[in-house]
């Protein structure tokens, strides 16, 4: 327990009181101004925390008024008005307004969503108020080139603060047969198929993107393209390599999905799996993003994807993939377990990942930069420097157990917590004594120490 005195309201002291008892495991010392020596900072230039979002799930928060509910706008601009991606599985079943159905009956024609008659100018009136940068994804998969024409129209005529398209999505499971194979391995012959009919129906609907810039390919294994992309980067003129990554799958391995698992190295980290992708749009001289993400494919797993585990788990992500070198990461709202928050009508309801993705894009504004400065027993400290109102360092346990940690500091240190246990970005403000202030870090939670 911290002891006497306290300099804390009883509340924020009470709520402390949870997050910081056990025993100690030994004590870490650093300086709350200037962390302990470490490799080059990456420079944070783009919001480190986007969203990619289901073009049917947009139309229903948009509601049915001319413009979307002013909960929604204030959810945005709480968030830091952060790029906003119309994508996912329905980006290739979606057809323009008014468009009609294909000639005859057929699966892709009863499948496909026709967007409301109201959808771009409702778009349009949500971010001239919310100011999010766009990304509109393009249905690929049908080919029609009239259709992405009136799509980059219809677009161009919402954006209010900066607009790029992306063709297709996950074209590398164009040719399985169902979603049970998601994620298999495919044969080089199948691989090599799938890359041919993307750029055989990207080179079509490219013309209609015209000068505006594209992202892609949006592949959700990127593995299985692994010694193609450069090729496509360079034949698609892409100006940004977007991938897909989830840890688990709740279609293809649902018993993996578990906050345990979900809360272990290998899921935090796993950006570093694609550290080729970041070489490779290198070499392209192109930034990189990984613009679909979220704790669980297949709509995420109740239990998991709402606890409060995910928010720990998307800032561990979040921090791993900047430093692998990838610009952004866009997190997915598909109306399923992981969405970050959900509109109700005129409510916004909020869930823990919420909170991570607010500290994140708070914490690494652009401009900043953030390297990570010791790694020891568990305990990961990322040194954040270029924002004098945001952390010095960024405190991640990764063990169960709590660490005790003394930080040099002449005045009173804020904090900030995330933990796996409790909802919510937990904040308070920690008395020094003698030179120091000394907390305890919880067991799998992160903790923010302004500077």
Known sequence: MLRKPLMLAP?????????????????????????????????????????????????????????????LVAQLLQLGSPPLALAGASQDMTSPSG????????????????????????????????????????????????WATQMVASAESAATNGLSFSLGNEPDLYELPNYADLGNKLSNQEDLAAIRLYLQLATVLRPAIGSFAVLGPELAAAKHWESQLPGVIAQLHEQTVGVHLYPFSACKDPRAATIRNLLSAGAGESPRSLAWVVADAGAAGVPAIISEANSVSCG?????????????????????????????????????????????????????????????????????????????????TTAVSGDPGGPGVILDNEQARARTVKLSAAHSLAIAVLTATRTGLLKATLPARHGRVKLRVAGNSIVAVMS
């Open 11 to 71: 509340l924020l002291l009470a709520a402390l009181a949870l997050l910081l008892i056990a025993s100690d495991q030994g004590v870490s010392r650093a300086s709350a101004a200037t962390p302990v020596n470490g490799g080059p900072g990456v420079q944070v230039t783009m919001p480190p925390v986007g969203l990619s979002i289901e073009y049917p799930l947009l139309a229903q928060d948009l509601g049915t008024g001319a413009c979307p509910p002013p909960a």
């Open 99 to 146: 468009a009609p159905a294909g000639p005859g009956p057929s699966w892709a024609g009863a499948t496909l969503y026709s967007l409301p008659a109201a959808f771009w100018s409702q778009l349009h009136c949500l971010l001239s108020a919310a100011k999010d940068p766009l990304t509109a994804g393009l249905n690929l998969k049908t080919g029609q080139l009239a």
């Open 300 to 380: 995420g797993m109740a239990g998991v994807s709402n606890s409060p585990a995910s928010a720990v788990w998307a800032v561990r992500f979040v921090l791993s993939a900047l430093k692998t070198g990838f610009r952004e990461v866009r997190f997915h709202l598909s109306g399923g377990s992981y969405d970050p928050f959900v509109v109700e009508g005129e409510e916004i309801v909020n869930r823990p990942l919420e909170s991570a993705l607010v500290a994140l894009n708070q914490w690494l504004p652009v401009g900043s930069s953030l390297r990570t400065a010791s790694a020891a027993k568990g305990l990961v």
